[in-house]
C-alpha cells in the first residue's frame, strides 16, 4: 500500500464529501438527464457511503471517482428516500 503514490489523507467525511462533490454533480446531472428527477447530492453521497464502501478499507480518491460516475443510475436512484421520483428538491 502506497508504493510510488502519495496517498491523499482526508480529516473527517465533510473533507472527503467536498473533494468529491464534482464528480457527485457530475452524477446527478446524468441523472437528470435520463429523467431521474429529485435526487439530492447528498442521497447520492449516502448511497456509496451505505452500499457501496461500507466496510472497505484502502480505498483511493480515484477510486471513489470511479465508482460515482460508474455505477448504473437506475442503482443509485432505486435506493433513495422512498420518494419514487417525486419530490424536486436540489
Not at 491523499?8 to 428527477?37: D, V, W
Not at 480505498?59 to 460516475?69: F, Q
Amino acid at each position: 500500500m502506497g508504493d510510488c503514490m502519495n496517498e491523499e489523507k482526508f480529516s473527517n467525511l465533510e473533507e472527503l464529501y467536498q473533494r468529491l462533490l464534482p464528480a457527485i454533480r457530475t452524477k446527478k446531472n446524468e441523472m437528470l438527464r435520463e429523467k431521474m428527477y429529485g435526487i439530492t447530492e447528498k442521497e447520492i453521497w449516502m448511497f456509496f457511503c451505505r452500499y457501496v464502501w461500507s466496510g472497505k478499507s484502502a480505498l483511493t480518491l480515484g477510486v471513489m471517482v470511479d465508482d460515482i460516475l460508474n455505477t448504473d443510475n437506475f442503482t443509485i436512484y432505486s435506493h433513495r428516500g422512498g420518494n419514487n421520483g417525486t419530490n424536486n428538491s436540489k
